[in-house]
């Protein structure tokens, strides 16, 4: 196949890109910077994509948009965020539209601050939007890649949720405190964590590009884990003592009240039902053994 994807220096996108490689796929990076042999140029800035740019490209990988913990929550950060992902998913769906034989498929990327947090349910891909910041922008993230389906590609929306990696992410910037052997929960601990291994978010991209599902997708391990769990794990996994609680203030004061609350203090239970319905087999499906792979 020959697949477009936006994001693809990113910690997912490389990835990705180099297993669709190493698969003998023909892998197109949709690029910000001026486009070299085999490259598609945009700029979501400027509102621009090459004419034609998915002519010729059978499916869209799509993950594209502006780091959400990268920097504390101005309100023009938050203006950033959210247009990094309307915009560009906007752009995308169009030139998908635009395409002479539209690519047959689109994987347009979103997460699963979309059920915003809860510490009683979980969610599967039929629950409705939450409330608050992540969720609004996932809403309207997803309806951004919607018009791609009127020329008869299939949508789905990768709701994704914290992908762990040895490389970047989370993961890794935990890792230093934990081994010193001074991480611990967050907070209460109670706030659930719903992860997945950076091979199963891979190899799941992989399943749907040949899949026949639309809609949306959560991107998680079947095991999601309260936030005292996933501490307790990792640091059983490195060797190191788990007992010291981090209380809320100090990442408030170095994050900023709003993103540390949305990013470390709330989360959400969610299931892969569709990907185990669609016959998905998960690689890493428990946290012990994800992280021990990570990090042996």
């Excluded at 949709?30 to 945009?42: K, T």
């Excluded at 347009?108 to 992540?134: I, K, M, N």
Aim: charged share 20%; hydrophobic share 40%.
């Amino acid at each position: 196949m020959r697949i477009a994807i936006t994001g693809s220096s990113g910690l997912v996108g490389t990835a990705l890109s180099k297993r669709l490689t190493r698969e003998g796929h023909d892998v197109v990076p949709v690029v910000r910077s001026a486009p070299g042999d085999g490259e598609i140029g945009w700029s979501v800035d400027e509102r621009r994509i090459e004419p034609g740019a998915f002519d010729g490209i059978d499916a869209v990988v799509h993950l594209a948009g502006a780091g959400i913990g990268d920097q504390r929550w101005s309100d023009d950060y938050k203006r950033e965020i959210l247009s990094s992902r309307t915009v560009g998913t906007a752009l995308v769906a169009e030139a998908v539209n635009d395409a002479t034989d539209p690519p047959a498929t689109l994987l347009s990327g979103s997460a699963v601050g979309y059920y915003g947090s809860s510490l009683q349910a979980t969610f599967h891909e039929g629950a409705p939007a939450g409330d608050g910041f992540l969720a609004e922008t996932c809403e309207a993230w997803e309806a951004a890649a919607a018009p791609a389906s009127s020329g008869g590609t299939r949508v789905a929306l990768l709701r994704t949720g914290i992908v762990l990696s040895a490389e970047g992410g989370a993961l890794k910037k935990q890792l230093p405190l934990f081994r010193f052997g001074l991480g611990g929960k967050l907070g209460s601990g109670e706030q659930w964590q719903s992860w997945i291994h950076i091979d199963d978010e891979v190899g799941a991209i992989v399943h749907l590009l040949t899949s026949d599902v639309e809609g949306p997708v959560n991107l998680t391990a079947p095991g999601p884990v309260t936030q005292s769990e996933f501490a307790d794990t990792l640091g059983d996994v490195l060797n190191r003592p788990t007992f010291l609680p981090i209380p809320e203030f100090g990442p408030k004061l170095v994050l900023g009240s709003e993103l540390a609350e949305n990013l470390l203090f709330t989360g959400q239970r969610v299931r892969p039902t569709v990907l185990e319905e669609d016959g998905y087999d998960f690689t890493h499906p428990t946290l012990g053994g994800a992280l021990r792979d990570l990090l042996a």
